[in-house]
């Protein structure tokens, strides 16, 4: 298996191939396991560690993630006016306890995030008006994802 380490947009990324058959490859992100579909051939004789390839079918480039084995994750946008609430860790978003409009203090739960089998309660860290909400109930998210945004 391979491991890779990747930037996007400031966050970090660890990324594991786990297995390519075919134009599929089995990748995990943060440990949250995607299909991508690959599209360009990869020279075998150039890249000889990529984990269990097979050598009568095509050899592609992971390019873009497509089905996933899980909900698409929510990836890092740009999110209304305020501070941000980021997600601290990946997981999948249970209940969102505030709407765009309310007002919250310092120490209200605002998300709760599952995490490792783990409820997490994710907390206002400023106080203020929820200028707006980047996610939805159901939704996987990565490490430092914006989750919505305290003005």
Do not use: R
Not at 19 to 33: L, M, Q, S, T
Not at 37 to 53: D, F, G, R, S
Not at 94 to 106: L, Q
């Amino acid at each position: 298996m391979n491991k890779y380490q990747y930037k996007v947009q400031g966050v970090d990324y660890e990324v594991e191939i786990e297995e390519v058959e075919g134009n599929i490859a089995k990748v995990n992100v943060n440990g949250i396991p995607f299909e991508v579909e690959l599209q360009q051939p990869i020279n075998a004789a150039k890249h000889p560690n990529i984990a269990k390839v097979k050598i009568d079918a095509p050899k592609p480039v992971v390019t873009a993630p497509v089905q996933p084995a899980q909900p698409q994750p929510a990836q890092p946008v740009a999110a209304g006016s305020g501070n941000p609430v980021k997600a601290p860790l990946p997981g999948t978003i249970n209940a969102i306890n505030v709407k765009v409009g309310d007002t919250v203090a310092v120490g209200d739960v605002v998300v709760v995030l599952e995490a490792m089998k783990m409820q997490n309660n994710i907390e206002a860290e400023y106080a203020g008006t929820v200028t707006s909400i980047t996610v939805n109930q159901g939704d996987s998210v990565m490490e430092g994802a914006v989750m919505m945004t305290i003005g």
